[in-house]
C-alpha cells in the first residue's frame, strides 16, 4: 500500500543516512521501526518497580555489618520455628 507521510526534514535526512548506512531502503527502515513500535505496545508496558523507600537513619547499629543469615533472623524472629 502507498501511503504518504509528512516528518521533519532533519528526521528525514537521519532516516536517510542510517538506512544507507545499513545497506537497506527508507522504506524498509520506516517498516522496521513500526513493527517494533506496534510490537512494544502488544507485549504491553515494562514492569516498573514502584518507589517503596522511607525516611529514617539505616540500618540500625544491631544489624549493621550482620551476614544476610543474621538479618533473615532478625525479620523472621517470632514468625514460626
Given at each position: 500500500m502507498k501511503t504518504t507521510i509528512d516528518i521533519s526534514d532533519a528526521l528525514f535526512q537521519e532516516a536517510r543516512q542510517l538506512a544507507e548506512r545499513e545497506g537497506v531502503t527508507f522504506r524498509a527502515l520506516v517498516?522496521?521501526?513500526?513493527?517494533?513500535?506496534?510490537?512494544?505496545?502488544?507485549?504491553?508496558?515494562?514492569?516498573?518497580?514502584?518507589?517503596?523507600?522511607?525516611?529514617?537513619?539505616?540500618?540500625?547499629?544491631?544489624?549493621?555489618g550482620a551476614s544476610?543469615?543474621?538479618?533473615?533472623?532478625?525479620?523472621?524472629?517470632?514468625?514460626g520455628s
Open positions: 517498516e522496521r521501526g513500526l513493527y517494533r513500535v506496534l510490537s512494544e505496545k502488544k507485549a504491553g508496558a515494562p514492569f516498573r518497580l514502584r518507589r517503596a523507600s522511607f525516611k529514617g537513619n539505616g540500618l540500625q547499629a544491631e544489624v549493621q544476610w543469615e543474621a538479618l533473615r533472623d532478625v525479620a523472621y524472629k517470632g514468625r
